[in-house]
C-alpha cells in the first residue's frame, strides 16, 4: 500500500455549533422517550398495568407531576388520561386501523401489524404527554377538572382531532317535543 495514504491525516475544521443543535438533540432525546413511552404502553395494555402506566407518564414530568399526582390536579388527571387512552387504544386489530385512520389521521398501510400497533401507541403517547404537559403548565384555570379539561382540548385538536369529533358525534341530541294528533312540535329550536 502506498506509504502516503498510510499517512495521510484530514484537517478537521471544527464547526462552530449551530443554533439548531441544541433543538435537534431535545427532538431525538423527545423522540426516544416517545418511543419508550409507546413501547411501555404497548406491555401495559388496556388493563390494570394502564393506570400504574399513566401514573409514571404523570410522574415523568418531573417534580410538578409528582406534587400534582399526590394533589387535587392527579386525582383530576388520571382518570381524564386513563379515558382518552382508552379511546383511542383499537380493542383488535381490525380497530387499529380504523382508530389510527379517524383519530390521528395516520396511514399505515404496509406496515407490519406490529409497526401498526408501535406507530399508533407513540401516537397516543404523545396525546397523554400533552395533555399531562398543558394541565401542568403554569397558569389557566384554578379548578383542576376545569384545567384538566382544557388540556385535554388542545392537546386533541393538536394531536388527535378525531378524537374531538368522536366525542361530538357520541353526544346524545335532547330537546323538547310535544305530539300533536300526528306530528311531533319540537320546542325551543
Same mark, same amino acid.
Given at each position: 500500500?502506498?506509504? %502516503?495514504?498510510?499517512?495521510? =491525516?484530514?484537517?478537521?475544521?471544527?464547526?462552530? @455549533?449551530?443554533?439548531?443543535?441544541?433543538?435537534?438533540?431535545?427532538? *431525538?432525546?423527545?423522540? *426516544?422517550?416517545?418511543?419508550?413511552?409507546?413501547?411501555?404502553?404497548?406491555?401495559?395494555?388496556? *388493563? #390494570?398495568?394502564?393506570?400504574?402506566?399513566?401514573?409514571?407518564?404523570?410522574?415523568? &414530568?418531573? #417534580?410538578?407531576?409528582?406534587?400534582?399526582?399526590? +394533589? @387535587?390536579?392527579? &386525582?383530576?388527571?388520571?382518570? $381524564? !388520561?386513563?379515558?382518552?387512552?382508552?379511546?383511542?387504544?383499537?380493542?383488535?386489530?381490525?380497530?387499529? /386501523?380504523?382508530? $389510527?385512520?379517524?383519530?390521528?389521521?395516520?396511514?399505515?398501510?404496509?406496515?407490519?401489524?406490529?409497526? /401498526?400497533?408501535?406507530?399508533? &401507541?407513540?401516537? =397516543?403517547? %404523545?396525546?397523554?404527554?400533552?395533555?399531562?404537559?398543558?394541565? !401542568?403548565?403554569?397558569?389557566?384555570?384554578?379548578?383542576?377538572?376545569?384545567? =384538566?379539561?382544557?388540556?385535554?382540548?388542545?392537546?386533541?385538536?393538536?394531536? $388527535?382531532? +378525531?378524537?374531538?369529533?368522536? *366525542?361530538?358525534?357520541?353526544? @346524545? %341530541?335532547?330537546?323538547?317535543?310535544? %305530539?300533536?294528533?300526528?306530528?311531533?312540535?319540537?320546542?325551543?329550536?
Amino acid at each position: 500500500m502506498n506509504r %502516503r495514504l498510510l499517512d495521510y =491525516v484530514p484537517e478537521v475544521m471544527p464547526s462552530a @455549533p449551530s443554533a439548531s443543535a441544541p433543538a435537534q438533540l431535545e427532538e *431525538g432525546l423527545e423522540e *426516544g422517550a416517545e418511543m419508550e413511552h409507546g413501547a411501555a404502553l404497548l406491555e401495559a395494555g388496556a *388493563g #390494570p398495568a394502564l393506570g400504574r402506566f399513566l401514573a409514571r407518564l404523570v410522574a415523568g &414530568a418531573g #417534580p410538578a407531576g409528582r406534587a400534582a399526582l399526590r +394533589g @387535587p390536579l392527579g &386525582a383530576a388527571l388520571l382518570p $381524564a !388520561l386513563d379515558r382518552a387512552a382508552r379511546a383511542a387504544l383499537p380493542r383488535d386489530m381490525a380497530d387499529l /386501523k380504523r382508530k $389510527a385512520a379517524t383519530i390521528f389521521g395516520l396511514e399505515l398501510e404496509g406496515l407490519s401489524p406490529e409497526d /401498526k400497533e408501535f406507530a399508533l &401507541a407513540r401516537q =397516543v403517547t %404523545r396525546l397523554l404527554r400533552a395533555v399531562v404537559d398543558g394541565a !401542568l403548565a403554569p397558569g389557566g384555570a384554578a379548578d383542576p377538572a376545569t384545567r =384538566v379539561q382544557a388540556a385535554l382540548v388542545l392537546a386533541a385538536r393538536r394531536h $388527535a382531532p +378525531g378524537l374531538l369529533r368522536q *366525542g361530538l358525534e357520541a353526544r @346524545p %341530541r335532547g330537546g323538547a317535543w310535544r %305530539r300533536e294528533g300526528g306530528r311531533l312540535v319540537v320546542l325551543d329550536c
